[in-house]
């Protein structure tokens, strides 16, 4: 009896991480749902306790089917304004590690004072590079990942909620540029943020 209920559960298991999986990654499928950050637009999480700024450490995984495993990641040979934001192979470096502020900025840890910035000169165009760039508390550097909804969106270029951040797909692996783009409902455009 004991053994038949243990199967029980073990397949439930299974059969909830396997539905997970279609939907999204299967690493970040069997992750809690505490772990998960959602905002919405100007109302980012507050202070961690032990956090010098206001805000929370987080992680972005990509959730692209056809290269599971990345996360969002700033070009560690760099630093400065311009610098590459890319998804690469989540390793747990600083790089890959950022500060969700209160005002929706997103933080480099790697390359204090710099932050996830929608480069100007595209105007939010598809193709639009995310980089990058000095902290400056304008609109292109704050962002909004609602509940329930797997894309995230620029404040300053999110076209009534129609464009999104998106990777590359014309590079396949580690490298791939993180950019805006159109919302097409393809996993290049969906992301799982979670604490640090």
Request: proline share 3%; with cysteine.
């Amino acid at each position: 009896m004991i053994v038949h209920k243990k199967l029980a559960a073990v397949a439930t298991a299974v059969a909830a991480l396997t539905a997970g999986a279609t939907g999204a990654a299967s690493a970040q499928a069997a992750e809690p749902a505490a772990h998960h950050v959602a905002w919405e637009q100007g109302q980012a999480p507050g202070a961690r306790a032990d956090s010098l700024t206001a805000g929370i450490y987080v992680r972005i995984y990509s959730l692209y089917r056809a290269t599971p495993g990345q996360c969002l990641d700033a070009d560690a040979t760099a630093g400065g304004n311009g610098t590459k934001v890319q998804v690469w192979g989540c390793n747990g470096t600083t790089q890959q590690e950022w500060l969700l502020s209160t005002d929706g900025s997103l933080r480099s840890v790697r390359f204090p004072g710099m932050c996830l910035d929608a480069d100007t000169n595209g105007g939010g165009a598809n193709g639009t590079r995310v980089q990058l760039w000095q902290c400056n508390g304008t609109t292109q550097q704050q962002w909004y990942h609602p509940s329930g909804d797997l894309a995230i969106y620029n404040v300053r270029f999110n076209n009534g909620n129609n464009t999104v951040l998106d990777r590359d797909t014309n590079v396949p692996g580690n490298g791939a540029r993180a950019q805006l783009w159109g919302k097409n409902f393809q996993s290049q455009q969906w992301w799982d943020i979670r604490t640090a």
